[in-house]
């Protein structure tokens, strides 16, 4: 619903209130994103909430990250594996109380402890000499029968598999040993683990790629709405744009803005759905392998939090550099002042402030190299801290490996710093989340300040259908200055009779561009009236003015279809016949039929290959099949050919035919051909009439033909 309200003052009708109530500005789900961005605390969470966190859109990326959490765990316990098989070399050689041997068998399913028994049953008369049975153990002594030495060679993981027997993981490492032959043997357990390890790297690899790819989904979905915004935004503030900032703006904004806010999503998604995840499982497995050890690094992960949020010295630096180079630029400036100042006989005074300026820039060229060798005195302090306490965990892991007393082995020592070194990423994408607000704020700020513009031009309740112009056009004091305060009209008055052709030329072009942009309503006049056979445009609904005040653009851009598309001007009720009469009209049926599919051709194929005559008469084409009482012509400024001169001219004589015309001229045959030449000079009308009688009694008309086509006269031509 799109409502615009019309007051009139009490001069009657001299100046118009409008106030636009457009519920229909931003989505529902653009309300959060983008009109609380300033108030809110940080533009992500209103962008990508926590709600959408745990929707079911969000199910399959927690399904990857899960996913790829249990190959990270398999990948860890494939490591430990294949490191304890390096270093034990499938050896166990244990000392196990006799009421374990139950235990062992449950755990190895190996039937070592039955052996252990016959063992001990053998006759005291049996030879000393004779071995014991593989797998066994010597028969203990009877008073020292509390114990059996349990030796086993050549076993694969067997030594891993009986120190993980008492951790949560050892019930499926012990299943896995008992069920796989292939990991009794040192050799086969070897290929076994390496394939294992090779396998798991790929699947894990798949599972984060898709993961990636789901939140490169997710994240494209939520600015969706702020894309579909923008786009409308700039399709409504784009008539309005006429010096081209609006245009700048709209793309900085569709294009970096909310890609910068669309990363961020996406760097949110990755930050609390798989590093949350990743992290948790290292955390979980370190605390498995060693408790103590596992607090003891939470120090040092603090001390990598802690150098990735340290930046203030940084800055401090930069913003004394920037301080210096615009102190030295300031300087240079008042080179320009040289020939004033001895003109004037002030060197002195200029001296004397120079050497002002320059003691300034002493203490700012001080300050920023005492704020760099502080930035690089904290970073090799941050180096050196750093440095010291990984040395100190480094040498509390090895005393821990060392200690015969504990159980903590070579392989957990390894596995452990693995983990360490995975954590670090995990770690710093998170500290770097935080810090994504400021950009994230900024992005958000300037797509806000687009969205927030209001078009000038609306629809007034109760606008009445407007008549095709027949008699006169007129423009009653109007006004209208940019939004920097310029002022390109200024209480212009101007009577233009119906069914003659004009030029609107001015020293600054913005202004004639200014003029005819009030005609269609793409802009709206700050002050006074513009009337069509003495009915207000004001007044009339939008469709019916723009439907008989047509503007063709110099270079306008093609519409995205075929060529017939682009002659319709996406409107389908034209015919084929129709088009095809309106080409002819402007002569663009010419190249339209060596196209190889004709009318049919597709535009994007051509856009590039089509010159900007081609597009101009595809331009006129569009707004004669709409056959409109007014018709404003912006021509291009390009050089043409002969041929497409004479084309242009004849394609003038007939469209001009019972019709008001006005040219932005960029020929000077255009300008001698109109009946009649409007001089705009400092916002109002500074001279009318033909062009001949205006170059012998009009010197701002001759100052205007001098600066745009004296090149071209001295060379013997008429100006294109």
């Known amino acids: 619903m799109k409502t615009c309200l019309s007051v009139v003052d009490a001069q009657k009708c001299r100046h118009r209130i409008r106030i636009d109530l457009r519920t229909d500005a931003y989505p529902s789900s653009l309300a959060l994103a983008i009109i609380v961005a300033k108030a809110a605390p940080n533009v992500l969470d209103h962008t990508f909430t926590s709600r959408d966190l745990f929707s079911p859109r969000s199910a399959m990326a927690w399904l990857w990250s899960i996913a790829s959490v249990a190959l990270l765990w398999l990948l860890l316990l494939d490591i430990g594996l294949f490191v304890g098989l390096l270093v034990d070399k499938g050896r166990l050689s244990i000392n196990l109380p006799r009421e374990d041997l139950p235990r062992f068998r449950e755990v190895t399913g190996l039937s070592v402890g039955r052996e252990a028994d016959q063992a001990e049953e053998v006759p005291a008369n049996k030879e000393p000499g ?76 798949t599972a984060l790629f898709q993961f990636r790819k789901t939140a490169h989904r997710m994240a494209l979905n939520a600015v969706v709405p702020i894309r579909r915004s923008v786009h409308r935004q700039a399709l409504r503030l784009g008539p309005e744009d006429l010096d081209g900032s609006g245009l700048t703006m709209a793309k900085d904004v569709f294009v970096v803005q909310i890609e910068n806010l669309r990363k961020n999503v996406e760097k949110r998604i990755e930050c609390d ?41 940084e800055a401090a ?115 770097l989340r935080s810090g994504n607000l400021h950009e994230s704020k900024s992005a958000a700020d300037k797509i806000h300040q687009f969205l927030d513009k209001i078009p000038t031009v609306g629809q007034a309740v109760g606008a009445r259908f407007l008549q095709p112009l027949a008699k006169v056009l007129h423009f009653d004091s109007v006004s209208y200055r940019t939004p920097a305060g310029k002022t390109l009209l200024d209480e212009l008055d101007l009577t233009l009779t119906a069914g ?67 002659i319709r001007g996406g409107r389908t009720e034209y015919t084929l016949q129709q088009a095809i009469e309106a080409a002819k009209l402007t002569h663009a049926h010419n190249f339209i039929v060596t196209l190889n599919d004709g009318y049919e051709s597709d535009v994007p194929d051509r856009a590039e290959r089509m010159d900007v005559s081609q597009r101009f008469r595809l331009g006129l084409a569009r707004a004669m099949i709409r056959n409109p009482a007014l018709l404003i012509i912006e021509e291009p400024k390009v050089p043409l050919d002969e041929d497409t001169k004479h084309l242009l001219a004849d394609a003038y004589d007939r469209i001009c035919r019972d019709r008001t015309v006005i040219f932005l001229p960029g020929r000077m045959t255009t300008v001698r051909r109109c009946d009649q030449v409007i001089v705009l000079n400092e916002g109002r009308v500074a001279a009318i009439g033909p062009q001949s009688t205006l170059s012998s009694v009009s010197e701002i008309y ?11 006269r001295h060379k013997g031509g008429d100006g294109n």
Request: with cysteine; proline share 4%.
């Open 317 to 431: 630096r930069q913003i004394a550099s920037e301080q210096t180079s615009a102190e030295l630029m300031e300087q240079a400036e008042g080179f320009r002042s040289a020939r004033l100042i001895r003109g004037l006989g002030i060197d002195q005074q200029e001296s004397d402030q120079f050497a002002r300026h320059l003691t300034r820039l002493q203490n700012l060229a001080s300050k920023e190299a005492s704020a760099t060798e502080v930035a690089r005195y904290l970073r090799i302090v941050d180096i050196a801290v750093c440095a010291g306490l990984g040395a100190f965990l480094l040498f509390l892991l090895t005393t821990h490996v060392l200690n015969r007393q504990s159980e903590f082995s070579f392989t957990g020592a390894f596995v452990f710093l693995t983990i360490s070194l995975l954590a670090v990423p995990g770690i710093r994408r998170l500290r």
């Open 500 to 566: 003659r052709t004009y030029s609107l030329v001015s020293l600054d072009p913005m202004e004639s561009r200014t003029l005819v942009s009030l005609l269609p309503r793409f802009i709206e006049p700050q002050k006074g009236r513009i009337l069509f056979d003495g009915e207000d445009i004001a007044w009339s609904t939008l469709e019916s003015l723009r439907a008989e005040a047509v503007f063709v653009g110099a270079d306008d851009p093609l519409l995205p279809g075929s060529i017939l598309d682009n």
């Open 130 to 205: 004779a071995a014991p049975a593989e797998g066994a153990m010597t028969a203990p002594k009877p008073e020292a029968s509390t114990t059996i030495q349990i030796s086993q060679d050549e076993m694969g993981i067997l030594p891993s598999v009986w120190r993980s027997r008492d951790a949560w993981w050892g019930g499926v490492l012990a299943g896995m040993f008992r069920s796989i032959d292939l990991l009794k043997s040192n050799i086969l357990s070897a290929i076994v683990l390496l394939v294992s390890g090779a396998i798991l790297v790929l699947a894990r690899a």
């Open 273 to 313: 759905i798989r590093f949350s995840l990743e992290l948790a499982c290292l955390g979980l497995v370190a605390v498995s392998i060693e408790p103590l050890l596992s607090a003891q690094f939470v120090l040092f992960l603090g001390i990598v939090w802690y150098h990735l949020e340290k930046r203030e010295s």
């Open 702 to 712: 001759l100052h205007w033909e001098y600066v745009n086509f004296n090149v071209f």
